[in-house]
């Protein structure tokens, strides 16, 4: 029998949950299986000030090299799990070795969809953005007066835009649906993004899908879309969604659904394994949901490492996300999901909103664009239990910190 801690995953959550457990003071020896070549790092500077390359990648590593060893942390890279055997508590490598482990931890992210070859998926020149190949990649293919094919108006493909605009590219952007951000904002913050990025000259086209990409010698060259234009490009981006990376998993035997289900403390339907990050589907407000963050990702590994330490207390999400655009900041306080009402507020400088959401009466989140002090204060109000005044929040004169009075 061993008490080692085995995270397969080496991403934030995997690291997170490392780093938690030995400043809890737990010494049981852990091992961190990671896929990629390199240490653990940041992924959101990835696609922002590393490919605009204002940051360097020894930056984006949480720790250096000698922090592992110090720690008695075992971090083996560029390895891939092929199975976890819950019967003798071991997982199979892809060399067919084993690692026996005491508790096991999935913290195994998500992966971008991608594009089916059918359509011109497997063309040269059609990326995703989600991990330093990745960006190594789309980096020798942005150079200025090149022109992109951002697939997909979430963040995601809308923070590749502006990156790709500041760049010097010309950027178009389609969306199926009708209309950017359609899946996670309300109509009034997708309106703003959308002047922002009409601003500097980004073509978005809304209510137009991808038909297929059309390919030379194998390289991508241009893209029929869905209303029978064709577009010439250099390159492509695909932003359309992830997919939870919960396989190994199910064929543990696990419970799946649209991710792996934990409970509030991170164990999954195995007391002995636990679950945090992309991956995780976990309970919130009386239902499940499944949180794409990195606030999500650090919360609940430290939350499950607190657990696995030998604590009791459940893990309550308090959510929250950015996404910088541009010099555009949008703050997300709370989770707006079901909401049936929204409420648009001006920001005391020029070019600063706020959007709140509402649900039956309820506020459950708010759009800060520019608005540091909305964001605050919607962030408190969440944290507290505190339902604002409507009229205070519609009086753009009004001081907000009336509402936490």
Known sequence: MTDRLVIIGAGQAGFAMAAKLRALKDTRPITILGAEDVLPYQRPPLSKKYLLGEMSFDRLLFR????????NVEIRLSTWVEQIKRDSKQVVLQDGSTIDYGTLALTTGSTPRQLPASIGGDLEGVYVARDKRDADLLAGEMRPGRRVLIIGGGYIGLEAAAV?????????????????????A?????DIIRVIHETHDVIIREKTGLKHLIGTNGRVTGAELSDGSVIDIDFAIVGIGVVPNDQLAKEAGLEVANGIIVDEFARTSDPSIYAAGDCAVLPWQGGRIRLESVQNAVDQADAAAAVIAGGNAPYDPKPWFWSDQYDVKLQIAGFNLGYDQTLLRPGAREGAHSIWYFRNGQFIAVDAINDAKAYVTGKKMLESGINPDKAILADASADLKQLLA
């Open 64 to 71: 250096p090299e000698q922090w592992y060893p110090d720690n």
């Open 164 to 184: 790709a605009r500041h760049l010097g590219l010309e950027v178009t952007v389609i969306e199926m649906a009708d209309r950017i951000l359609q899946r996670v």
């Open 186 to 190: 309300a109509k009034e913050t997708a």
